[in-house]
Structures are given as C-alpha cells and as structure tokens.
C-alpha cells in the first residue's frame, strides 16, 4: 500500500512548500524528514541518497505531495510529486534508508551455529531498526541458527532456520502419492532435513532411493 500525505500536514511543523515557481532542495529535504516521521508512531533515521536540487517550474501555484514506493522502513524511496490545479508537472523520486526505533529481541548469551532458541535466550531493547531485524519473538522460538550470533545482536531471518526434525540415518516413515492413491512404507535417510526441505530416503529392504519433501511429524511425502 502506498502512503499519500498532502503538502498541508508541514503547516504542523511550520513548513509551507506551497510556491509560485520553485522548491529549495534543502526545504524538500525537511519536507521528506517531516512526511517520514508522520508515517511512523516511534522514532526514524532517515539517510538520505542522493542530493536533493532545487526544483524551478515556470507556471504558479505548484505544490507537492509525498508517497513512499514500496515498503516504509529499509531502502526504499520517496516520491515527491508536484503538480498544480490542471496537471502534474513533475516527478520526484529521492532513495532513502529508513531506519526505525522499535523494541527488539537480543540474545542474552553467544549462540552457534546449531543452536536452539527459546525464551531464555532473550532480552528486549529499544533499538534503530531497518527492517531486516526480526522484532516477534514468536518467529524465533525454535529455530536453529545457520551461523554463530553473538551476546546483543539482533537477529535476522537470514540467521536461521527451521529446527531439524529428521537427521541422517533415522528411519522415516514414507508416503508415496499417485493420483489419489498412497502407498505408505519405511526407510532411511540419507540426510537431515528440516520440514520443508529436501530428503533422500532408502527404502527398507530395496536398494531404491526416493526424494520426497520432510513434514513436521517427521514423515517424507513423495507425489509422482
């Protein structure tokens, strides 16, 4: 969704772009600071990158409006449109990271790659974020870590996955879809898989291998 806020919101923060013919580069700056913070209930620090230049138009009674394309926080843009009564007379687009103040999950401990986590494992502080970070601990609690995370870091989704739920060498339970018929048997696996992820299986007693998709209770599904 895309978020529109007409020029009138800066006369609060005593901005007026309202101009006959031209913009200063450095009040569209504060204009975009302005329109930033109105779309955000904490705190933001907006980096901006690129310059901003002036803006001269030849006809009166332009004003401008501001949207962001795309998301609020992280790198995104800011568009700035200016137009007045009868057309658009032109458009804007200024790339900015936006970083926000939001209370976030820390760990309280070094973890490893490998490493389960749970409620224990964590702290909540105040903290500029940028989007990556994950801020509901719900999505954390029993994921792995993919690689070592140290005392006080955010976490990111990129940090984990899903915990194993079958390892090398256990012996799953295999189900084999055709059509709408399932041939249920036993086999080993040749890899640990978390649920979602691929698993080769060797089936009991034969020498054939299979690849299925493992699921949270532990089963390989194949559908041919």
Partial sequence: MKYITNILIFLLVSLNLFAASSFSG??????????????HQSGVKVDFLTKIYDQKFDVTGVEASFQFKGAKQ????IIILFKNSTSIQKTLEVPVKVSVFSKVPVLISNKQQGDIISSKDL????????????????QLIGKEFKVPVRK???IQFNMLKEQKIIDKGDQVKLKVYSGKIMISSMGKAMNEASSGETVRVKRTGGNGIVQG???????????N
């Fill in 213 to 223: 998709i493992a699921y949270p209770d532990g089963s390989v599904v194949v559908r």
């Fill in 74 to 77: 992280g790198h995104t843009s």
């Fill in 26 to 39: 450095d009040r569209l700056r504060e204009a975009c600071l302005a329109f930033v913070e109105s779309q």
């Fill in 123 to 138: 702290a909540y502080v105040e903290m500029l974020i940028n989007g990556n970070e994950i801020t509901d601990p719900s």
């Fill in 152 to 154: 006080g870091d955010a």
